[in-house]
């Protein structure tokens, strides 16, 4: 939040105080705009839909058949969604808050396009037989929607969205495991940004 | 570190006597209609801040105003005991968590100070 000095309204010329006047009520504007979206999102959440997503990594990587790799996945993201959603309720309520106050529409409404269109390649993929394209868009288009949602929250959130995308850069430019890379990236970037989240921005 | 030293190159943290409980809000009324305990920018992000929560956490609060712990303290203080905010102490779990939250009276402050500046903007324009 930048702060610049105000100690001195009352001995400035008219031009002057007018813009001091103008400033102050600028980052009064500031801080009550930071201060909403700033506990947007929970640490716990994200830690818990984190862990859930290693054994996910795990049991995927054992599946013989596209269907049932992709049955794991789709289980994954009910459990992890569950968790991460419930989570948020938890520190929502406890603060006394709505999930759904200004800042939770903007970042759902920032979030949720982006996932539709993932939705929507998924099936077309899937019902194409290009599945094995899919863990790069997942965690590109994760990644995108998490950095476009991240701008109205804490600074951690759209640096974790930058580091999917670049998970996702591995999956699909370079011969890497797409089961390991999902895991580092639901479980690993999820578990350490949610517990910054949990320690430094308040649950 | 860096956060309390962006707050002291502003000069918004300058030294200033320990105000006790009594004289505080009686300083804001004498210095004419600006309320010069809010006046200062780290008091103002605070109690700005804390008018669009129903409360926040000291980490929160720390983090948002990017201020040091001590200049958060001190400041949090000097306005609890002006009674514009609210400060309760408990535990998140086996963390220690302690909340402000805005009183009447300090909402009333912000509102004050609001509606001073916009006169001053106002009577500028004139």
Same mark, same amino acid.
């Given at each position: 939040m930048k702060q610049s000095d105000n100690k001195e309204t009352g001995s400035t010329s008219p031009v002057s105080l007018n813009q001091r006047a103008e400033d102050n009520l600028r980052f009064i504007r500031d801080t009550m705009e930071g201060a909403s979206v700033f506990?947007? +999102?929970s640490g716990m959440g994200y830690m818990g839909a984190g862990l859930s997503a290693l054994p996910a990594a795990w049991l995927a990587a054992q599946q013989t058949s596209d269907a049932a790799w992709i049955m794991v996945w789709m289980l994954e993201l009910v459990i992890a969604t569950a968790i991460a959603f419930s989570l948020l309720l938890r520190k929502t309520a406890r603060q006394g808050k709505? +999930?759904?106050n200004a800042s939770g529409r903007k970042l759902l409404l920032a979030f949720l396009p982006t996932m539709a269109v993932g939705a929507l390649l998924t099936l077309s993929y899937f019902l194409q037989g290009r599945v094995s394209l899919l863990p790069g868009i997942w965690l590109g288009l994760y990644g995108a929607a998490v950095m476009t949602a991240g701008v109205w929250s804490v600074r951690a959130i759209p640096v974790m969205g930058a580091l999917f995308m670049m998970l996702a850069a591995g999956v699909l430019l370079a011969a890497v495991p797409a089961d390991l890379m999902l895991a580092l990236g639901f479980g690993g970037l999820h578990i350490i940004f949610g517990f910054w989240i949990w320690r430094y921005h308040g649950g | 570190m860096a956060a309390s030293r962006k707050i002291s190159s502003t000069g918004s943290a300058q030294a200033e006597p320990v105000v006790n409980k009594a004289a505080a809000p009686a300083r804001a009324r004498n210095n004419? /209609?600006? /309320?010069q305990l809010i006046h200062e920018r780290s008091r103002l992000g605070l109690v700005s801040a804390l008018a669009s929560h129903k409360s926040m956490s000291f980490t929160e609060l720390k983090a948002l105003l990017q201020i040091s712990d001590g200049n958060l303290s001190t400041h949090a203080r000097k306005l609890e005991e002006a009674g514009y905010i609210e400060c309760s102490k408990g535990f998140d779990g086996r963390m220690p968590r302690t909340e402000y939250r805005l009183s009447p009276s300090g909402r009333k402050a912000l509102n004050k100070y609001i509606a001073h500046m916009e006169a001053l903007i106002a009577a500028m324009k004139k």
């Open positions: 506990t947007g +999102v709505s +999930v759904l | 004419g /209609d600006l /309320d």
